[in-house]
């Protein structure tokens, strides 16, 4: 099953990366490779994709270009090989947003899965305890936030297929990796399995509950359900302010749960 996202971006699968329709701007894909990713591992030494992913940060359309960067907003698309990387499926090493220099704090970010199936991974925290963990497994169409401050990571749930998914972002947007390194990477580690996924606590860390769910949806956020979120944005260019100022919005944030 695939998802309009509502502009004319499509995925290409060899190479990895993404193609533009008329009237959309958007760079040269980046791809990330399996040895950009290694230190973050269960398996060193595993063989895999040699290319992960190809990202493009900064597409829409040109009529949306201004209101975008007025109000500091970015739009991304990523997708994803098929296969593992050993046991574990393919996925990014994970990291924490950085403060950004426009609003003073970490920011938040908005995934919609477009194609294939995703597991989008979090948790509290980068420290020795991680706290809170989740994982929460998103089809097409689905949206998934990820709030300020937290560990992530964005996993291929189904090592048969391609996954694709754009997301709302900062545009200053920086990412901070040191915390997942130290504990040479997220607090559990997936595992491809023939039924799914399994999750392996990574004994670098102490404690930390893992809860596993499916994505839910987000009237909490004034998103409508089976809506492209690039669409909500047309329709209501302030609707995704939390993200580039998340710091105004501390009731989205008082006891999130994804």
Same mark, same amino acid.
């Given at each position: 099953?695939?998802?309009?996202?509502?502009?004319?971006?499509?995925?290409?699968?060899?190479?990895?990366?993404?193609?533009?329709?008329?009237?959309?701007?958007?760079?040269?894909? %980046?791809?990330?490779?399996? %040895?950009?990713?290694?230190?973050?591992?269960? &398996?060193?030494? @595993?063989?895999?994709?040699? %290319?992960?992913?190809?990202?493009?940060? &900064?597409?829409? &359309?040109?009529? &949306?270009?201004?209101?975008?960067? #007025?109000?500091?907003?970015?739009?991304?698309?990523?997708?994803?090989?098929?296969?593992?990387?050993? #046991?574990?499926?393919?996925?990014?090493?994970?990291? !924490?947003?950085?403060?950004?220099?426009? @609003?003073?704090?970490?920011?938040?970010?908005?995934?919609?899965?477009? #194609?294939?199936?995703?597991?989008?991974?979090?948790?509290?925290?980068?420290?020795?305890?991680?706290?809170? @963990?989740?994982?929460?497994?998103? #089809?097409?169409?689905?949206?998934?936030?990820?709030?300020?401050?937290?560990?992530?990571?964005?996993?291929?749930?189904?090592?048969?297929?391609?996954?694709?998914?754009?997301?709302? @972002?900062?545009?200053?947007?920086?990412?901070?990796?040191?915390?997942?390194?130290?504990?040479?990477? !997220?607090?559990?580690?997936?595992?491809?399995?023939?039924?799914?996924?399994?999750?392996?606590?990574?004994?670098?860390?102490?404690?930390?509950?893992?809860?596993?769910?499916?994505?839910?949806?987000?009237?909490?956020?004034?998103?409508?359900?089976? !809506?492209? !979120?690039?669409?909500?944005?047309?329709?209501?260019?302030?609707?995704?302010?939390?993200?580039?100022?998340?710091? %105004?919005?501390?009731?989205?944030?008082?006891?999130?749960?994804?």
């Amino acid at each position: 099953m695939k998802f309009n996202p509502g502009l004319q971006i499509k995925a290409t699968k060899q190479p990895l990366g993404f193609t533009y329709g008329p009237g959309v701007f958007g760079p040269r894909p %980046e791809v990330r490779r399996l %040895e950009d990713i290694r230190g973050s591992l269960a &398996d060193r030494n @595993c063989n895999g994709p040699e %290319e992960l992913y190809a990202i493009v940060m &900064d597409v829409g &359309d040109r009529e &949306d270009q201004a209101d975008m960067i #007025e109000r500091n907003l970015l739009f991304g698309a990523v997708t994803y090989a098929r296969g593992t990387m050993g #046991e574990e499926p393919v996925r990014s090493q994970g990291h !924490i947003h950085a403060v950004s220099p426009s @609003c003073g704090a970490s920011t938040p970010e908005v995934y919609e899965i477009w #194609e294939g199936r995703a597991a989008i991974y979090m948790q509290q925290s980068g420290e020795d305890h991680p706290g809170s @963990c989740y994982v929460v497994y998103a #089809e097409a169409g689905d949206v998934v936030i990820v709030p300020p401050g937290w560990v992530h990571a964005t996993v291929n749930a189904d090592i048969r297929r391609n996954m694709t998914f754009g997301a709302w @972002c900062v545009r200053d947007y920086g990412f901070r990796y040191e915390e997942v390194r130290r504990h040479k990477g !997220i607090a559990y580690f997936p595992t491809a399995d023939t039924q799914g996924l399994v999750w392996k606590p990574n004994p670098m860390y102490q404690g930390g509950r893992l809860t596993e769910k499916k994505a839910r949806t987000y009237e909490d956020f004034r998103i409508k359900p089976g !809506i492209p !979120i690039y669409t909500q944005f047309k329709e209501d260019r302030d609707l995704f302010l939390f993200v580039a100022r998340p710091m %105004e919005y501390p009731e989205l944030w008082e006891g999130y749960g994804p």
